[in-house]
């Protein structure tokens, strides 16, 4: 099943660790921004003193941010303490950072839109299924918001100039040079391996940042578990309403079974055994800065030497 972060009311793989992730935490984030068990009170008296554009680009410049790259980013805005113009300002920095010749990349996932038979979080009633099926309205890249992906990429996503992929569930949003090259054919099959954004950002030897979220939020991992032959290594089915030639659709997507509960494992082996990851602060948020490709290739060499079948 996709990695798609969803709140209570949506798929939760299956009820087992396989299905464990961020998507609890996700869940958790409000419209706003902040998690639900954290008002914006509480981000105010612990932050001493505001983030602003200025601040948060000369601390992702020091991390090792450069311009002219091609940047994925996974943020929690939230942790980052108070920011003086919320998430316009993080996105606003990290374009400063890049300057006119990189291109900022974020997952824009819609997990309501994938198939109820595996709603668990509550389920629906079964009666309602065919209903879901043949009533929700149809992925448009333009109009359907993101689902518990956190104020920074849903205020991303609908920036002007910003290009969104065409996946009904995983999809992600670029703005820059190469935005069109990295969210332009994006499968529908096998949503986050060699036909998605994610392999797109491996060939422009993009990078990876996450502020304030941890390895088991890095999307990233999933391109190594498609590029992985191990043990209990399994295929799932999913749907999705899309337009076809103008009509809506409900479709059959192939895809992986996948498991991010290793992922923080995997983060944590690679930033002992290499210094390729750089690891600082942004505002009140631990930022890592990866380069995708060490990632992805060692998360494959990890993943075939220590993953088990279930």
């Known amino acids: 099943m ?5 709140p209570p009311n949506l798929p939760h793989p299956k009820e087992t660790p396989r299905a464990t992730s961020e998507l609890a935490r996700a869940a958790r984030v409000s419209a706003k921004g902040y998690h639900r068990d954290m008002s914006e009170r509480d981000v105010v008296e612990r932050t001493e003193t505001p983030n602003t554009i200025s601040s948060l680009s000369k601390e992702l410049h020091a991390l090792g ?5 091609v940047l994925l980013v996974h943020a929690s805005l939230s942790a980052l303490g108070w920011v003086c113009g919320g998430a316009v300002a993080v996105i606003r920095a990290l374009l400063d950072v890049l300057g006119p010749h990189g291109t900022l ?3 824009t996932m819609s997990g309501d839109l994938t198939d109820p038979r595996n709603w668990q979080h509550p389920p629906v009633p079964e009666a309602w299924k065919p209903t879901i099926r043949a009533c929700a309205p149809a992925f448009d890249p333009a109009v359907t918001p993101t689902r518990a992906m956190g104020a920074i990429a849903e205020t991303f996503r609908s920036m002007p100039g910003v290009l969104r992929s065409d996946h009904p ?3 992600f949003a670029a703005l820059g040079p190469k935005a069109g090259s990295i969210t332009g054919g994006h499968s529908l099959d096998f949503g986050l391996g060699e036909g998605s954004p994610l392999a797109r950002v491996y060939d422009a030897n993009g990078w990876v940042l996450l502020l304030g979220v941890g390895h088991a939020n890095n999307s990233s991992l999933h391109l190594a578990e498609y590029r ?5 290594r399994r295929e799932d089915m ?3 309403p899309v337009t076809i030639d ?6 059959e997507i192939h895809d992986l079974e996948l498991d991010e509960s290793d992922f923080e494992c995997i983060g944590e082996a690679l930033e002992q055994a290499a210094d390729s990851v750089r690891i600082g602060r942004i505002g009140l948020a631990e930022a890592r800065l990866i380069p995708q490709r060490t990632l992805v290739d060692f998360a494959c060499d990890w993943i075939a030497t220590h993953r088990r079948g279930t």
Not at 2 to 6: K, S
Not at 246 to 251: D, L
């Open 238 to 240: 999913n749907g999705a």
């Open 246 to 251: 103008g009509e809506r659709r409900w479709v």
């Open 228 to 232: 992985t032959d191990y043990p209990g």
């Open 2 to 6: 996709p990695w798609i972060p969803h």
């Open 169 to 171: 569930h995983c999809s």
């Open 105 to 107: 990349v974020m997952p």
């Open 65 to 69: 941010v450069a311009p002219g790259t």
